[in-house]
DNA sequence: CCATCTTTGTGCACACGTTCACAAACGCAT
DNA sequence: ATGCGTTTGTGAACGTGTGCACAAAGATGG
């Protein structure tokens, strides 16, 4: 089995007319922007044990898709494919790196570095496509002046500082989620226009920023959504049979819903076990 | 703006006609399970709040996502909602809890505890739906035996006999990218059926097995590409004009390419500038 | 009980993404 | 030069996802 549709990790827009603007302008759509990263890695390994050539099933099978799309994906590029041989390696990683921006390199700064943070500043993955730690920045007094992966943590008053003199265009947010709305403002205004988000919000931003999450938990969801599936457990009909009836039976019952207060106490310990720990789920609160 | 699709996190399933087998089986597509967790975090929230009843504009606008869409999902779950007022939140929660499996809990383990792992380890969001960390695996001595986060580091020898005696179904890769598809094996071997790796490789697994995936580097190449839109600088043209002209022009191009060794080095160094630590990358080799 | 106002649930049209399948293009051997 | 086997590039069909727009359902006030 495989779940999930192929495309990239999550985004966060509500509007794809947005996305076919940006990325249509000349004609690559999302779907495939996407999976240019995965083609650049399998490429890129490929390159390293020196192959010259590569057929579109080959690199298909490596970077785990359909021959078909991946002929597709790059006939939006253009044709970098010789019929009856494949595709040039070196060319082909050329010419990806070169579509996704990545013959330049990309000045980023992190902001919150606790457990992830820390983590992140670590990653190797980060410098090896082009994307250059800037900076990473704290508000805790206790956190700033530590340093991390040979870093400094600055303070967040030098942020529009370090924005401005090193060309940031490039945020990732790893604070809390009760701070990561007004670091995300605070990011904008200084002239960031693209944002990884790895705490669970949404964040509100202007016209013509991006923004990208990672979320933990939403993949977790997911994959239990589907474990519940295998494991046949149809959702436990429960005491929902009512509202699959039709007309005033359903309405009935949702007002005895409302009446009752919907039964908070015991439903809530059954969906949400609250282990421990500081539970800082608590602002993705409503905006409007 | 706003790129990308409004899809979830990235899956790395190649196979979409599965997701409809699995997910449609009761008719949930994929794209709406993928957003049940947004809203369920949202309601979380109104629920702190004692909000009795949201409408689908109010919730919408919480979830960031058009409201439209989200009455169109919640209808696949049922008519949860009471025209002219809205839907109830506590109500509604628990439906969704339970439709994401979310009412009963997922002993989860996490393989690798490097700074990844660590910090996953540590995260209160994890306890938080329910998901609770069965046992932390690492296959190095030194690692073996400290604590993350209160819980001890156990050996990998252990895994098969924790997966059986806890019934983990989830399992969690934060080791390095080349030993991914070895931990991958050996976690469906002891019973695993659903993955979520963070090592950038794509895993081959058996069906019955879901995978999913989070990759840092994919999500900032996207930014990249889409960021370098912004900025006008249409991807270079360089030296591929030719390329885009039809027929024998290309095809000598090509030859061309090929004979003078596609120019590595240059290339090379501004594709991919190499910044300094240890590249993990190069274990997303081709399988066949 | 009726009128009015609000909000859901959904039919429909359209956009997007995926896959099939095949002609055209190319390398290579003869 | 010609023919043969291979592989690309893409037209077309299909499936999925999105958003509009509106009828029907219910609440509320008189
Ligand atoms: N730890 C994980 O594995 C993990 C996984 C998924 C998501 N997340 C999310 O990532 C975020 C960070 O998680 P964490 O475990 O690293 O948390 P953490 O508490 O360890 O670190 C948060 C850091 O942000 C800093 N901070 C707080 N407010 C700030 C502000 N206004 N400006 C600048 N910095 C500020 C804090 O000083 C702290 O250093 C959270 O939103 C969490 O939900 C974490
Ligand atoms: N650090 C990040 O922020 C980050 C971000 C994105 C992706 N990643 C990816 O996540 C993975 C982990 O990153 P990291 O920075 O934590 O690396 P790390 O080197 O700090 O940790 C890896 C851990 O895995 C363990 N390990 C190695 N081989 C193993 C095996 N066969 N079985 C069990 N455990 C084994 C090691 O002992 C080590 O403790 C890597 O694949 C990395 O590419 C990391």
Redesign the pocket.
């Known amino acids: 089995m495989a779940i999930g ?3 990239s990790s999550s985004s966060q827009t ?4 947005a ?2 603007r940006t990325s ?1 302008a000349r004609g690559i ?4 922007v996407a ?1 240019l990263p995965l083609y650049l890695r399998a490429l890129t390994a490929l390159s390293e044990r020196s192959v010259p050539t ?4 080959e ?1 298909a099978a490596a970077a785990g ?5 991946l ?2 994906d ?2 939006y590029l253009g ?9 040039d390696v070196e060319y082909l990683v050329y010419q990806i790196s070169r579509e996704l921006g990545l013959t330049q390199d990309w000045p980023v700064v992190i902001v919150g570095i606790g457990n992830l943070g820390h983590a992140l500043a670590n990653y190797g993955g980060f410098a090896s496509r082009g994307f250059r730690v800037a900076a990473l920045l704290d508000a805790d007094p206790n956190v700033v002046g530590t340093a991390a992966a040979g870093l400094p943590v600055r303070h967040m008053d030098e942020l529009e500082a370090i924005v401005a003199a090193q060309h940031v265009s490039i945020g990732v947010i790893t604070t809390p989620p009760g701070a990561a709305q007004q670091v995300c403002d605070r990011l904008v205004e200084a002239g960031v226009t693209s944002i990884l988000n790895f705490a669970p919000t949404v964040l509100t931003v202007p016209d013509g920023v991006d923004v990208r999450k990672v979320d933990l938990s939403i993949e977790l969801q997911i994959l239990a959504f589907h474990e519940q599936r295998k494991a046949g457990d149809e959702p436990a009909a429960g005491d929902s049979v009512l509202d699959r009836a039709p ?2 039976v ?2 009935a019952a ?2 005895l819903r409302r009446a009752a207060g919907g039964g908070k106490a015991a439903e809530q310990a059954k969906s949400a076990p609250t282990g421990k720990g500081p539970e800082d789920d608590l602002s993705a609160v409503m905006p409007a």
Chains 1, 2 share one sequence.
């Not at 759509?29 to 495939?32: I, K, W």
């Not at 044709?79 to 595709?87: C, E, H, K, L």
């Open positions: 549709r192929p495309s509500p509007d794809p007319g996305a076919r249509r759509p999302e779907a495939t999976r590569v057929s579109s099933e690199l898709v359909n021959s078909a799309k002929r597709k790059f006939s044709s970098y494919g010789t019929r009856g041989v494949g595709y007309g005033p359903r309405a949702a007002k």
